[in-house]
């Protein structure tokens, strides 16, 4: 058992830290909007990560065998990565809005789960380790549970310290440095659904 929670939340991490477009998402989100809009769309994707582990562990993602699925996941996700992406450079950096006009949190953990979802290297990421898991699920029938948890943990204790580190920062950046992330970040995200895209057309 402890195994399998030390399994999964090396998974949960490993899906969560390294930086992609829902981490920069994450950042430019909690700098514009505030704290609770951070963790709410990091909590979005760790839902989508708990998402493909319960995938996993029925079977569903064995259609990412066949490459006529997995190009096509690739050009729907790397679209609408784009679209992120160029929100990013429409965002304009202001001071936190009027409580009366505050952007729905729902949303923001819906875009969030959307976000991680439809990222085509998350798809590869749970695709990479299913073998793993499915060793697991046959060693154990309770395993898709305890790494269930231990998904939980890993992800929510990356959203929750990043965002943490942001709150007691976000004070010390003006204007022109958030603007700066919003581009940054959009180049990113452009980055990866140009990077998608390619995978899904050539390979």
């Keep these: 058992m402890v195994h399998l929670l030390l399994f ?4 949960g991490m490993g899906a969560a830290i ?17 704290t609770p809009y951070g963790i709410m769309t990091g909590l979005g994707a760790c839902a989508a990560d708990l998402t493909y582990l319960i995938l996993l562990g029925v079977g569903a993602l064995a259609l990412l ?3 006529e699925v997995l190009r096509l996941i690739g050009l729907v996700g790397s679209c609408i990565l784009a679209w992120f992406g160029m929100n990013a450079f429409r965002s304009q950096p202001a001071e936190l809005p009027e409580q009366d006009v505050m952007p729905s949190l729902y949303r923001y953990g ?20 299913s073998s793993q898991i499915s060793l697991a699920a046959i060693s154990d029938e309770h395993a898709i549970l305890y790494a269930g948890i231990g998904v939980i943990v890993g992800t929510v ?13 976000r004070h010390h950046l003006n204007k022109t440095v958030m603007q700066w992330l919003n581009y940054s970040g959009g ?9 998608g895209l390619y995978r899904a057309i050539f390979f």
């Design 8 to 11: 999964g939340i090396l998974l």
């Design 18 to 34: 390294p930086i992609g477009p829902i981490n920069l998402e994450m950042i430019r989100r909690n700098l514009r909007f505030g």
């Design 65 to 67: 065998q066949y490459p």
């Design 110 to 129: 819906f875009e969030g789960y959307a976000i991680t979802l439809i990222n085509p290297f998350t798809i590869l990421f749970w695709a990479s380790v």
């Design 157 to 169: 204790s990356w959203v929750l310290s990043l965002n943490t580190i942001l709150h007691l920062t």
């Design 187 to 195: 180049v990113i995200i452009l980055g990866f659904a140009c990077l």
